[in-house]
C-alpha cells in the first residue's frame, strides 16, 4: 500500500466545512469516519500531519466527492449521496401526505359514525 499524505490548506479547509454540514463535532465526525479522533484534529490543526490515502478513502465510503475535496471543484457529495438525500427528501415528503390523509380519513370516519347516530335517531 502507498502512503501518501496530503498538506493542502485547502483541504483542510474543505473538511472542516464537511465537518459543519455535518453537525459541528469533530470527534463524531471522526468516528463516522473510522479514525481516531485525535487523528482528524492534528490533520485539521497540525502543519505537519497530512491527509492520508486511507483517510481519502473513509471520506469516499461516506459520499464525498474527492475531486471537491481535492481541488474545489464539483460538489461536495458524489451524485449517489445527493440522489440519497433527494429520495429522503421526498420520502418526508409522502410521509407528511399520507399522515394528512390517514387525519381526514379519520375525520371522514367520525362524521359517517355522527351521521349514522342522527339517522337512527331520527333527527
Given at each position: 500500500?502507498?502512503?501518501?499524505?496530503?498538506?493542502?490548506?485547502?483541504?483542510?479547509?474543505?473538511?472542516?466545512?464537511?465537518?459543519?454540514?455535518?453537525?459541528?463535532?469533530?470527534?463524531?465526525?471522526?468516528?463516522?469516519?473510522?479514525?481516531?479522533?485525535?487523528?482528524?484534529?492534528?490533520?485539521?490543526?497540525?502543519?505537519?500531519?497530512?491527509?492520508?490515502?486511507?483517510?481519502?478513502?473513509?471520506?469516499?465510503?461516506?459520499?464525498?466527492?474527492?475531486?471537491w475535496l481535492l481541488d474545489?471543484?464539483?460538489?461536495?457529495?458524489?451524485?449517489?449521496?445527493?440522489?440519497?438525500?433527494?429520495?429522503?427528501?421526498?420520502?418526508?415528503?409522502?410521509?407528511?401526505?399520507?399522515?394528512?390523509?390517514?387525519?381526514?380519513?379519520?375525520?371522514?370516519?367520525?362524521?359517517?359514525?355522527?351521521?349514522?347516530?342522527?339517522?337512527?335517531?331520527?333527527?
Open positions: 500500500m502507498i502512503k501518501t499524505e496530503i498538506r493542502d490548506l485547502g483541504t483542510k479547509k474543505r473538511i472542516r466545512k464537511i465537518i459543519e454540514k455535518r453537525g459541528g463535532n469533530a470527534s463524531k465526525f471522526a468516528r463516522e469516519l473510522g479514525i481516531l479522533p485525535n487523528y482528524l484534529v492534528s490533520v485539521l490543526n497540525g502543519n505537519d500531519k497530512g491527509i492520508s490515502s486511507m483517510m481519502l478513502k473513509c471520506f469516499s465510503k461516506i459520499g464525498i466527492n474527492i475531486n474545489g471543484k464539483g460538489d461536495m457529495y458524489i451524485e449517489n449521496e445527493k440522489t440519497f438525500k433527494d429520495l429522503s427528501r421526498s420520502l418526508k415528503i409522502a410521509q407528511n401526505k399520507i399522515l394528512k390523509l390517514e387525519n381526514d380519513l379519520e375525520k371522514a370516519n367520525y362524521l359517517a359514525i355522527e351521521l349514522k347516530k342522527m339517522i337512527i335517531e331520527g333527527k
